[in-house]
């Protein structure tokens, strides 16, 4: 997950709303990374998850929007994601980075 969410910072570093819009490399790079995240969360345990504040439903539920109802999804939406959303759940990671049992680290 958190490799997804470098990628996703890297990918909008210098970007601004317009330019996402504009952008459709750009759009698609980060609904594949949130794709990503999405896939990644519904691998954890249960127990992990319950041990954070983190809204893994809402996650694992974009994750199947993007794939299975693609054109419901709106840019403006996703932007709002990446720009509040992901700096959060990138924050909680790290911080709990340590008290993820081994097996799960590899998806966090």
Known sequence: MLDAMRKIRAYTDDV???EFLKNGEKQSAIILQLI?????AKKLSNTL???T???WKQI???RDRAVHDYYSLTMKDVWSTVQ???PVLEKVLKNSLEEIPEE?????
């Open 16 to 18: 601004s709303l317009e």
């Open 36 to 40: 990503i995240i999405g896939e990644l």
């Open 49 to 51: 998850k319950s041990q």
């Open 53 to 55: 504040n983190i809204p």
């Open 60 to 62: 694992a539920g974009l």
């Open 84 to 86: 509040n959303d992901i």
């Open 104 to 108: 799960e680290r590899e998806a966090a």
